[in-house]
């Protein structure tokens, strides 16, 4: 079916280590975003992409890098990750500016 | 800067009653107004969108908005709520540079009475 996918939708690591997390989607959207959600704090913009090769960052981007090499892939790699990037984060996209985004399901990330 | 404010962190309602929820957001020009839904450990779901034209907005689930240029508001309203309404609700809208990112409000979570 067509969508948006994220994976893993569980992890768990340690502090230290490189994670990954990607994000597909099958509708050829131009805009592909990524969110952390915490308690308290909402949803904020980590990354934000227009197009492929073209990403800016977002409110709380330190300790992030993504990439977008194809359109439908977005993954964000946490290269170092602290116990502050304990989360949960959701990837959308939409098809041009000021569109509806379109979310994934999430993953819940845990960094002991 | 822009901003979108859910005045109600916390709502509950009776199974059954009409239910509103506030949002207000500043913005210069015609905003492009968006309220979500997200149930425990789900992604976020588009209700309703509006972009202009008829100012009350039907959606999914039953729900509807109204745009209110001179209150800048954009109520979320239903006239009688279920049990499987209660989730998180999310006010959105969109930058005014046209940079495609969306400005959330902080939600509202609603609980429903049995």
């Known amino acids: 079916d067509a969508g948006i996918t994220q994976s893993p939708r569980y992890k768990i690591t340690e502090t230290g280590r490189q994670v990954t997390l990607m994000c597909h989607q099958t509708?050829?959207?131009?805009?592909m975003f990524w969110y952390r959600q915490d308690l308290g704090h909402g949803l904020r913009l980590i990354y934000y992409?227009?197009?492929?090769?073209?990403?800016d960052k977002g409110e709380v981007p330190d300790g992030y890098v993504v990439s977008r090499s194809k359109t439908e892939n977005f993954p964000l790699t946490l290269e170092s990750a602290t116990r502050s990037q304990t989360s949960v984060y959701f990837c959308?996209?939409?098809?041009?500016?000021?569109?509806?985004?379109?979310f994934g399901d999430g993953t819940r990330l845990s960094i002991l | 800067a822009q901003s979108v404010t859910q005045p109600d962190i916390h709502i509950t309602v009776s199974e059954g009653a009409s239910l509103e929820l506030r949002c207000n957001y500043s913005?210069?020009?015609?905003?492009?107004l968006f309220w979500y839904v997200q149930s425990p450990g789900q992604g976020l779901q588009l209700l309703l969108k509006?972009?202009?034209?008829?100012?009350l907005v039907q959606g999914i689930k039953g729900f509807e908005a109204e745009f209110k240029r001179s209150q800048s508001s954009f109520n979320l309203r239903k006239p009688s709520v279920h049990w499987s309404d209660a989730a998180e609700y999310f006010c959105?809208?969109?930058?005014?540079?046209?940079?495609?990112?969306?400005?959330f409000g902080q939600g509202t979570t609603l609980q429903v009475k049995p």
């Open positions: 959308a996209s939409s098809a041009r500016g000021n569109q509806p985004q379109h």
């Open positions: 509708w050829s959207h131009s805009y």
């Open positions: 992409s227009a197009a492929a090769d073209i990403t």
């Open positions: 913005y210069g020009a015609t905003p492009y």
């Open positions: 509006y972009f202009s034209g008829d100012t």
């Open positions: 959105a809208v969109g930058e005014e540079s046209n940079t495609g990112k969306l400005i």
